[in-house]
């Protein structure tokens, strides 16, 4: 299983970005799927995630600002970030989550995303 993130990048404050992310492997389809985020010194958070049959979930920090849209029949993910404000810089990690037992969650390479006048 591969996620391939694309998207990122530098903005002015109130400026939107947007970050899309594939999962591909042979038969792979994923239970959840979404965008986490991290800077240096933290742990990484949830940034907005859709679980297959259910909610979009958001962190509080973002509701409002970010849309996650989610392709289940081709796996993709799609985050349009909107409003940005200099506290949404960090890297960010797409993520899928399969619930195995126990759950397994294949990430993707990181994309930075920086918030900055």
């Known amino acids: 299983v591969q996620l391939q993130a694309s998207g990122g990048g530098l903005v002015q404050p109130g400026g939107s970005l947007s970050l899309s992310c594939a999962a591909s492997?042979?038969?792979?389809?994923?239970?959840?799927m979404g965008w986490y985020r991290q800077v240096p010194g933290k742990q990484r958070e949830l940034v907005s995630v859709?679980?297959?049959?259910?909610?979009?979930i958001y962190a509080d920090s973002v509701k409002g600002r970010f849309t996650l849209s989610r392709d289940i029949a081709n796996n993709t993910v799609h985050l349009q970030m909107d409003n940005l404000k200099p506290e949404d810089t960090a890297v960010y990690y797409c993520n899928a989550r399969a619930y195995y037992t126990p759950p397994y969650d294949y990430w993707g390479r990181g994309t930075q995303v920086t918030v900055s006048s």
């Open positions: 859709n679980i297959r049959g259910g909610n979009t």
């Open positions: 492997g042979s038969g792979f389809s994923p239970n959840a």
